[in-house]
C-alpha cells in the first residue's frame, strides 16, 4: 500500500520559513514523479513544485520561484519543501503526490497517490 504523510506545516509570520516533509512508503522510486501542490480556500488545486525522476527536471509555479525549494533524501524516500520569504497568499494545505505515469503539474491531474496534506498559515 502507497502512503504519503506530510508534516511541516503550522503558523508563520510573513517573510518566515517553513520546511514540508513528504514521507513515502509502498512506493518504488523508479521512474516516478512527485509534486507539491497547494490548495486555498475557495480556490482551486494548483502545482507548487514537481520534480520529473525520468529527465530530472524540477518546476516550480511561477509566484514561488526564487522561494520554494524542492528536495530529496532518497535513502529516507522522503521529500522535502523548503519555503522561504512566505506571504500571506501562500497561505493553504499543502499536498504532496507520486505518480508514474503522465499527469499536469499545473493541476495534479494525473498523480496517482496523494497525502492527506498539511496546512500552512502565513499571516501579515
Known amino acids: 500500500e502507497v502512503q504519503l504523510v506530510e508534516s511541516g506545516g503550522g503558523l508563520v509570520q510573513a517573510g518566515g520559513s517553513l520546511k514540508l516533509s513528504c514521507a513515502v512508503s509502498?512506493?518504488?522510486?523508479?521512474?516516478?514523479?512527485i509534486g507539491w501542490f497547494r490548495q486555498a480556500p475557495g480556490k482551486e488545486r494548483e502545482g507548487v513544485s514537481c520534480f520529473n525522476n525520468g529527465d530530472r527536471s524540477t518546476y516550480y509555479v511561477n509566484s514561488v520561484k526564487g522561494r520554494f525549494t524542492l528536495s530529496s533524501d532518497n535513502a529516507k524516500n522522503t521529500v522535502y519543501l523548503q519555503m522561504d520569504s512566505l506571504k500571506p497568499e501562500d497561505t493553504a494545505v499543502y499536498y504532496c503526490a507520486v505518480t508514474k505515469g503522465p499527469y499536469n503539474s499545473r493541476t495534479g491531474d494525473g498523480m496517482d497517490y496523494w497525502g492527506k496534506g498539511t496546512l500552512v498559515t502565513v499571516s501579515k
Open positions: 509502498g512506493f518504488t522510486f523508479d521512474d516516478y514523479a
